[in-house]
T-cell receptor, first 115, second 114 residues
Framework: DADVTQTPRNRITKTGKRIMLECSQT?????MYWYRQDPGLGLRLIYY???????NKGEISDGYSVSRQAQAKFSLSLESAIPNQTALYFC??????????????FGEGSRLTVL | GENVEQHPSTLSVQEGDSAVIKCTYS??????FPWYKQELGKRPQLIID?????GEKKDQRIAVTLNKTAKHFSLHITETQPEDSAVYFC?????????????FGQGTTLQVKP
């Protein structure tokens, strides 16, 4: 079954450490996204990419960077993690239809705790 | 940029009752409005969507209405069941053509009491 896979699923780290969250997909979609979920704040877009050579900032990109290594891989990095980056992170893909983004297919999420 | 406000943040109903969740958006150019359901510990999944050229869409017990003039849209769940308990997110597609992005509301936690 085509899917979106995130690693690691859970990570505890310390302030100042560099962290990378990885996302790979077998859906063959060009578009990939990183969202962050916090209680009461919903899903907030960090970065998105429409193809390998395209990277766009979302709503809350400060403190984060991304790399689109291939069509199927999109990584999120925290160069120097801080406690308020503790959250549940979701990768998603989509295959745009018409003039909209199309359905988003989410990974299972990566729970990050920064102490 | 686009801003999506969602209310209420929590909603508790008795099994069999109806539930309504409302969202407003700021960008009048937004043209696509999906709703996602996230069960406890699971990933969000699309349950229904509506485009700006349609005022209402229905799929079994769920329906979505859109008022473009007022820039708000709502999710209606009838005959609620315990398995409807989840977090629901509305979203609006902001941007032009196919280069925009999906902005989500804050989420509504729905509890259906048996």
């Amino acid at each position: 079954d085509a899917d979106v896979t995130q690693t690691p699923r859970n990570r505890i780290t310390k302030t100042g450490k560099r962290i990378m969250l990885e996302c790979s997909q077998t859906k063959g979609h060009d578009r990939m996204y990183w969202y962050r979920q916090d209680p009461g704040l919903g899903l907030r877009l960090i970065y998105y990419s429409f193809d390998v050579k395209d990277i766009n900032k979302g709503e809350i990109s400060d403190g984060y960077s991304v790399s689109r290594q291939a069509q199927a891989k999109f990584s999120l990095s925290l160069e120097s993690a801080i406690p308020n980056q503790t959250a549940l992170y979701f990768c998603a893909t989509s295959d745009p239809t018409g003039r909209s983004t199309g359905e988003l297919f989410f990974g299972e999420g990566s729970r990050l705790t920064v102490l | 940029g686009e801003n999506v406000e969602q209310h209420p943040s929590t909603l508790s109903v008795q099994e069999g009752d109806s539930a309504v969740i409302k969202c407003t958006y700021s960008d009048s150019a937004s043209n696509y409005f999906p709703w996602y359901k996230q069960e406890l510990g699971k990933r969000p999944q699309l349950i229904i969507d509506i485009r700006s050229n349609v005022g209402e869409k229905k799929d079994q017990r769920i329906a979505v209405t859109l008022n473009k003039t007022a820039k708000h849209f709502s999710l209606h769940i009838t005959e609620t069941q315990p398995e409807d308990s989840a977090v629901y997110f509305c979203a609006a597609y902001a941007g032009s053509g196919n280069t925009g992005k999906l902005i989500f509301g804050q989420g509504t936690t729905l509890q259906v009491k048996p």
